[in-house]
């Protein structure tokens, strides 16, 4: 096991769960985290963590991959899977009864999860798959709440069902009409789609409120979260398409999904821990231990 420096992508092998918390502490010290620039006001700036139990696969959103995408979620954390949800996907709901809804009922998304506890990626990550490699990423970022701008925006996008493309400008336009409460916040709808384009080709990582925790007995045991992805856009947009006056002219297809540069292999930010097959029994049994169990983490199964 050898961890260098946090500013550049790295791959570690590890055996042991020792191993695996030397590496997170090493992580945190030397990107400082987690941190925060307002006095608490806003999230902190933390690392997330995701355990795959194929350390072959790049992190994307099942969405990408709609008939590989039975399997794998089937070994993904799913934390939403067991939350009660009614709602039907043109009805008004929060980020994360969506991200429930699309996970139970659909085979694709543009949700990716993670979770703030490492023991939680490290079982997913030997959970199945006992002929592969697992891995656990930790990843650094600035997560939104579910109640902000930028998760309402992504809410309209998860409710569109067609494969047709639009324009920003036609997702501003749903985004004030099921949300008037916004319209105050913006002078023209200009000012929005300026927004929109600002983070719809990126994507971010969303947390629960304490509301969304109290509904999910998974979510709060997995102390889970989710990179939303955004769309694809293709081709991507110049820097003066971006401008408000003209971002509400770029198309894209609502049912795609773009993975960013940050989980990559190419980020600066970016650590897979590896663990060998091997060893993955003997480190489930160690979690058993600690409580962390699938009958723990997935009661509902």
Same mark, same amino acid.
Request: hydrophobic share 30%.
């Given at each position: 096991?050898e961890? *260098?420096s946090?500013?550049?992508y790295? $791959?570690?092998?590890?055996?042991t769960?020792?191993?695996?918390?030397s &590496?997170?502490d090493?992580?945190?010290?030397g990107?400082n985290?987690? !941190?925060?620039?307002?006095g608490g006001?806003?999230?902190?700036?933390? /690392?997330?963590?995701?355990g795959?139990n *194929?350390? $072959?696969?790049e992190?994307?959103? @099942? &969405?990408?991959h709609?008939?590989?995408s039975?399997n794998?979620? $089937?070994s993904? +954390?799913q934390?939403l899977?067991?939350f009660?949800c009614d709602?039907k996907? *043109?009805?008004? /709901?929060?980020?994360?009864?969506?991200?429930?809804?699309?996970?139970h009922? %659909?085979?694709g998304t543009?949700f990716?999860?993670?979770?703030? *506890?490492?023991?939680v990626?490290? !079982?997913?990550?030997?959970?199945?798959?006992?002929?592969?490699?697992g891995a656990?990423?930790?990843?650094?970022?600035w997560?939104h709440?579910?109640?902000?701008?930028?998760?309402?925006?992504m809410?309209e996008?998860?409710?569109?069902e @067609?494969?047709? %493309?639009?324009t920003v400008q036609?997702?501003?336009?749903?985004?004030l #009409?099921n949300?008037?409460?916004?319209?105050?916040?913006?002078?023209?709808? #200009?000012?929005?789609?300026?927004l929109?384009?600002?983070?719809i080709d990126?994507?971010f990582? /969303?947390?629960?409120?304490?509301?969304?925790l109290q509904?999910?007995?998974?979510?709060r045991?997995? %102390?889970?979260?989710f !990179?939303?992805?955004?769309p694809?856009?293709?081709?991507?947009?110049?820097a003066?398409?971006?401008? @408000?006056s003209? /971002?509400?002219?770029?198309? !894209?297809?609502?049912?795609?999904?773009?993975v960013?540069? @940050?989980?990559r292999?190419h980020?600066?930010?970016?650590?897979?821990?590896?663990?060998p097959?091997?060893?993955k029994?003997e480190l489930?049994?160690?979690?058993?231990?600690?409580?962390?169990t699938?009958e723990?983490?997935? +009661?509902?199964?």
């Open positions: 096991m961890h *260098n946090p500013y550049h790295q $791959e570690v092998t590890t055996t769960l020792e191993e695996i918390h &590496i997170v090493e992580y945190n010290k990107h985290l987690p !941190f925060t620039t307002d006001k806003s999230p902190l700036t933390r /690392a997330f963590y995701r795959q *194929n350390s $072959e696969w992190i994307e959103p @099942s &969405i990408k709609p008939e590989k039975k794998k979620i $089937e993904e +954390p934390t899977k067991g009660t709602f996907p *043109n009805e008004k /709901a929060s980020l994360f009864e969506i991200i429930s809804y699309q996970q009922y %659909e085979t543009r990716v999860d993670f979770t703030t *506890n490492p023991d990626a490290v !079982f997913f990550a030997c959970n199945g798959q006992i002929d592969k490699d656990v990423f930790i990843y650094v970022y997560p709440r579910g109640e902000w701008r930028s998760t309402l925006v809410c996008l998860a409710r569109l @067609s494969n047709k %493309e639009i036609d997702l501003a336009e749903r985004v #009409e949300n008037p409460n916004l319209k105050d916040s913006f002078e023209q709808i #200009e000012d929005l789609n300026g929109i384009v600002s983070f990126h994507g990582m /969303a947390i629960p409120n304490e509301e969304n509904g999910n007995i998974r979510l045991r997995q %102390e889970g979260a !990179f939303v992805c955004g694809d856009i293709d081709p991507k947009p110049k003066s398409d971006r401008f @408000s003209r /971002a509400g002219r770029i198309r !894209f297809n609502p049912r795609t999904a773009f960013p540069d @940050s989980l292999r980020s600066d930010s970016l650590v897979k821990i590896i663990i097959k091997k060893n029994p489930l049994q160690q979690l058993a231990l600690k409580g962390i699938e723990y983490l997935c +009661p509902d199964k």
